[in-house]
């Protein structure tokens, strides 16, 4: 998606009169073939989703170099790609967020988690990374997941041919298990090398260990699920877009269903009560502001059945294809997706 916004961005600041350049990088040691063309180097348009694009990384390099960039400075991205942080701020100054939520602080084993949350969550729950983006990682359960004590009974305890070791072995799957989820959660917070080589240090499966490492023990939420509308308000400047509900086929807006054509159906303007999309503008807008965003942002709810909406993330650099949300609602207030990266580019250069 990083590739198909930057393409379409690319096109607009072409057609705008820019002179473009495009580079591909993920480290400090880009910026090393930077001064074949610094001189004629106005502004560096960041077109990066997720990791390293989104969490303040490319940011703090930018900053350091005195380049002026689009969005929000490194500070508020680090805080907005963290849904715990996020989260914990928006909850301080009264915004809603689903509740009850869960960071998971130690490693658990499968009944302890499925203790935890019979006593204070219910069903259903959802699990998902706290920094990642595009609905990666994110797992829902609708009902009590069968732990591996219970799929053992459901087998017959042994049964014909099997022996001991054969229980101590399924007891051991996690298969489709809450605990599962958060693996799957905690994995989609790094990165492929960095899994392999937790491993080869500790001689073990990322799964076996990771409640053993500080560094990534509190990275996964587990929250209620609230069954209702998803709704994403965008932000331009100190203004709130229309609003746009987003309607999967499947009922969850995951990966799949935002990438995938026809998966997904949307209506823009959302269809809601004057009084109720205006609350919700000006919540969208409070979050914006409250953490520190500039230029532009898009902030994501759930309105339930009664009404009542819940923060679920903002992102610093919405997608920026033709067809993505934030462009969607740009064209619905009157403006052309040229136009909208034309005031981007101006907005981020008053900032």
Request: glycine letters at 6%; hydrophobic letters at 35%.
């Amino acid at each position: 998606m990083s590739i198909k916004s930057g393409q379409a961005i690319i096109k607009a600041c072409e057609n705008l009169g820019h002179i473009v350049r495009i580079f591909d990088g993920f480290s400090d040691s880009m910026f090393k073939t930077f001064p074949i063309f610094r001189p004629k180097l106005d502004f560096v348009f960041i077109a990066l989703h997720g990791t390293f694009g989104e969490d303040g990384s490319i940011q703090k390099i930018l900053e350091s170099k005195n380049i002026k960039y689009n969005g929000s400075d490194a500070k508020s991205s680090e805080i907005c790609f963290d849904k715990i942080k996020t989260t914990n701020l928006c909850r301080e100054n009264k915004i809603k967020t689903p509740y009850p939520s869960f960071q998971i602080i130690e490693q658990l084993v499968d009944s302890e988690f499925t203790s935890f949350i019979n006593s204070g969550f219910g069903y259903p729950l959802i699990v998902k990374p706290s920094k990642q983006g595009s609905s990666v990682g994110i797992s829902i359960f609708h009902k009590k997941p069968e732990d591996s004590y219970t799929r053992l009974l459901k087998e017959t305890a042994l049964g014909p041919g099997k022996t001991e070791r054969d229980i101590f072995q399924l007891l051991g799957q996690k298969d489709d298990s809450i605990y599962d989820a958060i693996i799957r959660a905690l994995k989609c917070n790094l990165t492929q090398e960095k899994i392999i080589e937790i491993e080869e240090k500790n001689k073990a499966p990322f799964k076996d260990v990771f409640g053993f490492l500080p560094e990534f023990s509190n990275e996964v939420i587990i929250e209620r699920y609230i069954h209702g509308k998803e709704i994403t308000a965008s932000i331009l400047g100190d203004k709130a877009l229309p609003l746009i509900e987003i309607k999967p086929n499947s009922n969850v807006y995951d990966y799949k269903s935002k990438y995938t054509k026809g998966e997904t159906q949307y209506a823009c303007p959302a269809k809601l009560d004057d009084s109720l999309s205006q609350e919700i503008q000006n919540v969208a807008l409070k979050v914006h502001n409250l953490l520190g965003c500039k230029v532009y942002s898009r902030v994501d709810f759930r309105l339930d059945n009664n009404s009542n909406f819940y923060l679920l993330e903002i992102n610093t650099l919405p997608g920026m294809t033709e067809t993505s949300l934030f462009p969607m609602a740009a064209k619905a207030s009157g403006l052309s997706f040229e136009d909208l990266i034309d005031k981007i580019i101006k907005l981020s250069l008053e900032k």
